[in-house]
């Protein structure tokens, strides 16, 4: 069955979409645990990051960069932090989350609350920073 997250490549579910090529698709967490939360994920229906081969997962990290950049230069966090956790969903990803005070605490149960106006315009300012 597919995931969550192949719905949504597919466009079968909406989402606030960053970036995308062949491989790779980049869109805000719904449940966001900071301003600019996005999710970073294969094309490839993987359920578990490390067994994309090598190739793979570096090339996931290098179209993570520049989108980890728009965020810093969108939203000037101290850093962008990288993190996977890989329990929520079976396909492979990775959450850029930015950080925006020392003790901020980001972890993937705390969301913060924006608007489908405010989700889009987060977008649109990450986009536009790429």
Do not use: W
């Amino acid at each position: 069955m597919a995931s969550i997250f192949s719905k949504i490549i597919k466009g079968e579910i909406p989402c606030y979409k960053i970036a995308e090529d062949e491989k790779h698709f980049a869109f805000l967490d719904i449940n966001p645990a900071a301003k600019g939360h996005t999710l970073v994920i294969p094309k490839k229906e993987t359920d578990y990051i490390f067994d994309l081969d090598s190739t793979e997962l570096q090339e996931l990290i290098a179209f993570a960069r520049p989108i980890a950049r728009a965020l810093d230069s969108a939203f000037s966090p101290l850093r962008t932090g990288i993190m996977v956790e890989g329990l929520e969903v079976p396909h492979a990803h990775i959450h850029l989350i930015p950080v925006y005070h020392k003790a901020q605490n980001f972890s993937l149960g705390k969301k913060e609350d924006f608007s489908s106006d405010e989700m889009a315009e987060i977008a649109s300012q990450i986009r536009n920073a790429l």
